[in-house]
């Protein structure tokens, strides 16, 4: 399946996918409107790793195993069996937080305000990940089996 | 310390309606402009340290950021202007001599602006280079006097070694040291793609890159960093430079924080010393001593490779050049005085030189009076702005030209003229990690290859547009040219003709 691979040597930590992450989880699909008027701003999708120099974004990897779809409590954490994608159905999410413990990217992150596990979907209503989309420097890759290095 | 009485040069303005606090504006800052106040709940800038590089407004999600020139000035004086009394304020603040960075920034005359083109109109017919082909293929070496053939119609005239070119454009030394891993990347990667050559500048040449050696000029400068038998083989080109356009008559001092191990590596000189380029060639002081060095490096590489050499455009470039071709060079690169730097003391910068129009035409005019035109080709650096810059300089009398600020401006450059402090925002002019990741090399050598591409497109339409199919019925092609607002002297010395005549 497609997924989201990051270059890491030309990351250049600008946050930018965490800013047009939230602007594609966010109701009006713009980042003034996201930003400046949502009540409660969607948390982020992905987890941006730093260590100066070093820095990426961390998606969820969609396991093929996947150890967070196992270990929910309440089923809504699913592997679509089809498309590959892992998605949590925030409707029956308890927010007990046991998948973001077994994660083993730490790729699930807390949506506190909501209390429901937040995790990337891949942009599934857009096509492209917006993250990969908007990156500056085509640090993201979407593709299909990797990237060479 | 006491006050300081300088005022911030730029202004930033940030549009609160749409700053969304993303802090893009404060990782992206090697200068530390912007910064969040906590207490505020906004994004703040300290316009002082803005050197209006615009990677702020480039990357800003909302385009909320916009950079003035600071509307703070002096009281109107034409002659104590602005920038003549903030560098009195600088200098008596530092006690050091200013430094600046890239070309001559100061108002002189930009001769290409005054030169126009010819095209063909009735009497003989323009070429469409869509339909009809179209060459811009050339060589840059010493020619025979003549050439020999057999009856079988096979040249018998031994040819000296040449560089071939796809298009009459090269880009111009620039080196490791000065410019970032990733920039040197895209460029080699660029000229491999694009069938031309880039140059190493003096900084070595690191083992990456070897692969690109068909591809490469190597630099043999006054500190002659990163010389040995490999560096000189591998290459497809050797230059001597003498001068650099921006700095005629200086050396060069990469500081010891710059010369990380890799660049030390590279340069093969000891991790965090100066990298000291002397002014002069300590075993060159005349044209005996460079016919030597020339030689030297011919009989190192077996005579299969051009060696070149490389002088700023100053007063007696003609007679200067007249005797590098009589010293046994292939070809001679001549930087006209709006030439890039990586560093350059500031008042060298904005007066030491001539304008690369005129040392062009009366170098090309010398050697032809002299009869030795063919024995040497001619390149053209300093400010080649656009594809009809290469034209005109052409037209002059160049071979081919070198270009380096405008493919560092594809890279990303915005010439906020502070390569000199190593911060550069877009990752070009720079050796800390944090921002040489900035430049992705495969973005980088794309936007070189359209940028050359898109040139060579433009020279062929302007050829067509003279009736001419080939770049070499162009060269010295004078007649093409004409001038606009010059005196009289002005062309003469170009050698064309005013509009109208």
Redesign the interface.
């Known amino acids: 399946m497609k997924k989201v691979y990051v270059?890491e040597?030309?990351?250049?930590?600008?946050?930018?996918c965490?800013?047009?992450c939230i602007t594609s989880h966010s109701k009006y699909k713009d980042?003034?409107k996201a930003?400046?008027l949502e009540t409660q701003r969607p948390t982020p999708r992905i987890v941006i790793e730093e260590n100066?120099?070093v820095s990426f974004s961390l998606q969820c990897r969609h396991c093929d195993d996947a150890p967070c779809v196992k270990s929910c409590i309440t089923g809504a954490m699913q592997k679509d069996p089809l498309t590959g994608v892992v998605t949590c159905d925030t409707d029956k999410c308890v927010g007990c937080w046991t998948c973001v413990l077994v994660c083993e990217f730490g790729a699930i992150i807390r949506d506190v305000n909501n209390k429901v596990a937040s995790k990337c979907d891949l942009c599934a209503e857009a096509g492209e990940p917006a993250c990969v989309k908007?990156c500056?420097?085509?640090?993201l890759v979407y593709s299909e089996g990797g990237i060479s290095v | 310390m006491s006050l300081s009485y300088l005022t911030p040069e730029f202004k930033v303005l940030r549009d609160y309606d749409?700053c969304?606090?993303?802090?893009?504006c404060m990782?992206?800052c090697s200068f530390e402009v912007h910064s969040y106040d906590e207490h505020l709940d906004k994004m703040i800038s300290n316009d002082m340290n803005c050197v209006n590089c615009q990677r702020c407004v480039v990357?800003c999600?909302?385009q909320a950021l916009t950079i003035i020139k600071h509307p703070q000035t002096f009281k109107e004086h034409a002659n104590w202007t602005y920038d003549a009394i903030r560098d009195i304020y600088r200098q008596a603040e530092t006690g050091g001599v200013l430094l600046s960075s890239m070309g001559n920034d100061r108002p002189y005359p930009v001769y290409w602006d005054k030169i126009v083109i010819n095209a063909s109109q009735v009497t003989n017919p323009s070429i469409d280079p869509l339909r009809e082909p179209m060459e811009l293929r050339v060589y840059i070496g010493r020619k025979p006097d003549k050439i020999e053939i057999d009856e079988n119609l096979n040249v018998k005239t031994k040819m000296p070694p040449q560089l071939k070119l796809e298009t009459p454009i090269m880009f111009s030394a620039m080196s490791y040291g000065s410019i970032s891993y990733n920039a040197h990347a895209a460029l080699a990667r660029a000229a491999e793609e694009l069938g031309i050559l880039y140059n190493t500048g003096e900084g070595g040449l690191h083992k990456d890159f070897r692969k690109y050696g068909k591809n490469t000029i190597v630099q043999v400068a006054s500190g002659r960093f990163g010389v040995d038998r490999e560096y000189l083989n591998t290459a497809a080109a050797i230059e001597i430079k003498i001068g650099q356009g921006a700095k005629p008559g200086i050396g060069g001092h990469l500081p010891g924080e710059k010369v990380s191990e890799d660049i030390s590596a590279t340069r093969m000189i000891p991790p965090g010393s100066d990298a000291i380029s002397p002014a002069p060639h300590h075993d060159i002081y005349s044209i005996e001593d460079l016919a030597q060095l020339i030689y030297s490096l011919k009989e190192a590489t077996d005579y299969q490779k051009p060696v070149g050499v490389k002088i700023a455009a100053v007063n007696n470039v003609a007679a200067i050049a007249s005797g590098i071709a009589r010293a046994g060079a292939d070809y001679i690169a001549i930087d006209g005085f709006r030439g890039g730097t990586g560093a350059a003391p500031k008042r060298i910068r904005d007066n030491v030189g001539i304008p690369i129009e005129f040392a062009i035409a009366a170098v090309d005019a010398r050697l032809r009076s002299e009869g030795i035109r063919h024995t040497i080709s001619l390149v053209a650096a300093g400010s080649i702005r656009n594809s009809a810059d290469i034209v005109k300089a052409i037209a002059l009398g160049a071979d081919a030209v070198y270009i380096a600020t405008a493919a560092l401006i594809a890279l990303g450059c915005h010439m906020c003229q502070k390569c000199h402090t190593g911060k550069c925002n877009w990752g070009i002019a720079t050796q800390?990690?944090?921002l040489v990741?900035?430049l992705?090399p495969?973005?980088g050598y794309k936007r070189l290859v359209n940028l050359v591409q898109a040139w060579s497109h433009e020279i062929k339409e302007m050829l067509g547009g003279m009736g001419i199919n080939d770049i070499e019925s162009l060269k010295g092609n004078r007649l093409m040219l004409r001038g606009i607002g010059m005196t009289q002297k002005e062309l003469d010395i170009l050698g064309i003709l005013a509009a109208g005549e």
Do not use: H, S
């Open positions: 270059k040597e030309v990351c250049v930590g600008c946050r930018l965490e800013v047009y980042v003034l930003y400046k100066k120099p908007n500056p420097n085509e640090a | 749409k969304i606090n993303c802090k893009v990782r992206q990357l999600p909302t800390d990690p944090n990741k900035r992705n495969e973005i």
